[in-house]
Each structure stands twice: as structure tokens, then as C-alpha cells.
């Protein structure tokens, strides 16, 4: 091997490790170290749901710290992801935010419960008119449902005494009777409401007769069609309640900034559905989730490292047109051996009349050296001079080729010519 031909494949090899080196260190340094997953208040499913959450993509990511933070409510949480104070974020889906924000996936469905006291004669949505009501934090998403649904029934903000309590404190402030009803959003089961209904003095109230068709709870969805008719079944608290309870559900989603990292997205769906059966043993409400689901459910785009996630099983290009491309590489392969065919042809014609200009050169040289007199010299010098001519001429017609042949040949005829003159110059030849 030949000094440089050691020094390209030295240089080769130190730019196959930059290459992967800088691979290496753009993997490293591509996403953030630290995600924050808004969730919810104590009480609700969203704080708990996020710590499961946490724990285990904390396990599947390396070199990422995963924690679930507290937050008011979904329009909190949205201006947290806005001001990059979160990641990531548990939010309902008739919570819209900036275009900024993109979906993971949808998680569960959430059910609005209203709760009240036996004690405050509130058979029917319309008589929450004149008393207390918790209607949630200010701009949370419980605020938002518990508009809609009041409106829905003709009850403004002057008809109730409003109250924007967190859960915790709602909660308190129904216990002590501070306030007659409070709405509560969370998942079928939510602690909050698990431990009110627990109590004698307290029951849902029903927002609508379930399964009848033009009921009260079908128009609610006229002006929110993010929202779902469904039906708190008999006992799903325990004793409470004692007959199915008409109500709406949102669905909870797991949303991202549009700027997190791709792969990284990727990884944390990855470890969402991998680990679905572990979850949902940790948090029941994840039993119901699935990479199947209908894309209305959602006020986002679909995050490109989830739709990656998603889209796994789908055939790859080659696969899908794996026909076409055996037909182009075919095609391919004829026309480059039809090239080559050429290539070859040319070449060999060209080798050709190298040697015919070759075997013309030398007549010509020997006509030179039996010349007899300087006539017959000065035609043989004459014919070398056409011969060489000649040669340029097909040169630039690309009938030669200027290989080593080429070169060969016309300092051959130089040579020849030469020779020639040299012969006149001392006079060696008679007129």
C-alpha cells in the first residue's frame, strides 16, 4: 500500500469518528433534562395520575428527571407549558390552548360530578339558583364545564352565590356547609368525591334522565362539542349513588410543547403504552387507554414523536412499494449494463484506431528513412504532420480517448518530425 493511499484511509477513519462523535454528542444534548408534568389539585386524579406517570417514564428515559407539579387547573397548566414552566401537561380536551401545544395521547374520559348537600333541597340543576356553589379555581377547566352546564340551564353569575375554591378546599367547605354543591372533575372514582360520598349528607345530583333522547343533557353538548353525554352507574360509589346519575365527561389528555424534543416524545409514548398493564394496575383510569382512538377527541395536532410512535407498525416506503423499486433496480441494472456494453464498445473501437494511427505512423517513418532526396523527405514529413493532425482532430470528435496511448503516439510522430528536420538542417539529402 502506497503512502497515500494509507494517508486517505487514515483520514477516512477520523472522519468516520467525528461523524459518529458528533451524532453522539447531538443524542446527548438534543433534549431537555428535566421534563415537568402539570397536573392537578390534591384531591383530584390528575396530581396522583401524574406522579405514575413520572416514576415511570423516569425508569425508561435515561439521563431525564421526571416530575409530576401541582397546578390549579387546565388554563394554569396551559400557561405553564406556555412560559416553559412544564413540558408536558394532564389537561381535559375542551381546554383549548395555543398553537404551541401538541397531543401525546388521550388518556381516559373525565366525569362531571356535582355534589350537594341532602340538606340543601337541590333536586335539580335549576334550583342550584340561590345557594352557595363551588364552581372550581378560577380559570380551570372545572370553571369552564360548570359555565357551560349553568348557562345551559339559565342560571348567570348574579343567580348563585359563586365561589372559586380549590378541591381541598371545597371539599372542607361542603363537610362544614359552607356551601350547599360543589363541581368536581375527575375520573369515575375520584378520591375527592369517594370520600364526600362516604358521608350520609351528601349525593350527586343529576343533570339529565341518562339514555333518553332529547334530554336536558343532550342540549348542553349544543354549545360545548368537546363534551359527552354519560351516566354515573348505580354504586360506583360504594352505596352512592342509588340510581344511574345523567352528567357530561371530557376526556383527559397527556399534552407537549410543539418544541420538546421528537425522539424524546417518542420515548415517553413508548414507555406509556409498553407499561399500560403495570399502570393501569397503579391507576385504574389507565385501563382504558389505547393507541386507538378517534382524533376528534383532541383540540391538538398529534405530536410528531407520538405520531412516530403510532405510525411504528405501518410498512416502511421500501416495504409499501417494494414492487416498484425491484422494477427500478431491474431497470437500473439493464441500462447500466447497456452503458457499460457501450463503454466497452467504445473503448475497444477506440483502441482500434489507436493502433491503426500507430501502424500508419510507422509506414510513414520508414517512408521518412528511405526517402532519397529532400522532396520525398519533405512529403514524408508532411504526411507525419497530417498524421498527427489527424489524431488531435478525432481526439476532440472523442473518437480517442487521451489516454496513455494517445500521448504515446503523438510524441511518437513529434519524434519522427523531428528526426526529419534534423536530416535537412545538415543536408544529408540532395535535391
Known sequence: MTASAKLRISL????????????WLANRTSGPSEVRIATGQKGGTFLPLGQTLAAGFASDVPG??????ES?????????????????ALLSNHV????????????????LHVVVRRDAGIDSPLQLAGHEVSVGPAGSGTESIADAVLAHFGISADDFGRRNMALVHAVTALEEGRIDAAFIVGGMRTPAVDSLLSRDDMRLLSLGEPGRVGSALEGIRLDAPFFTVTAIPEHAYGRQPEA??????VHALLVARSDIDEDLVFAITESLFSHKVELAAQERLLSHLSERYDEALSPYPLHPGADRYFRRDEPTFVQRYSDQISLAITVGALLWSAVTAFRAARRERQRSRIETHFESARRLARAATEAQTSAEMAEARAALVDARD?????LEAEQLDANEGFVILQRWLDTAIEEIDRRADRGMLPA
Open 12 to 23: 477516512l477513519v477520523v472522519l468516520v469518528a467525528l461523524v459518529v462523535l458528533a451524532l
Open 64 to 69: 431525564v428527571d421526571f416530575s409530576a407539579i
Open 72 to 88: 390549579p387547573g387546565g388554563t394554569a397548566s396551559i400557561e405553564m407549558l406556555e412560559s416553559g414552566a412544564a413540558e408536558l
Open 96 to 111: 383549548h390552548g395555543a398553537s404551541s401545544l401538541q397531543l401525546v395521547t388521550p388518556l381516559y374520559e373525565e366525569t
Open 244 to 249: 344511574p346519575i345523567g352528567t357530561i365527561s
Open 390 to 394: 489527424r489524431a488531435l482532430r478525432e
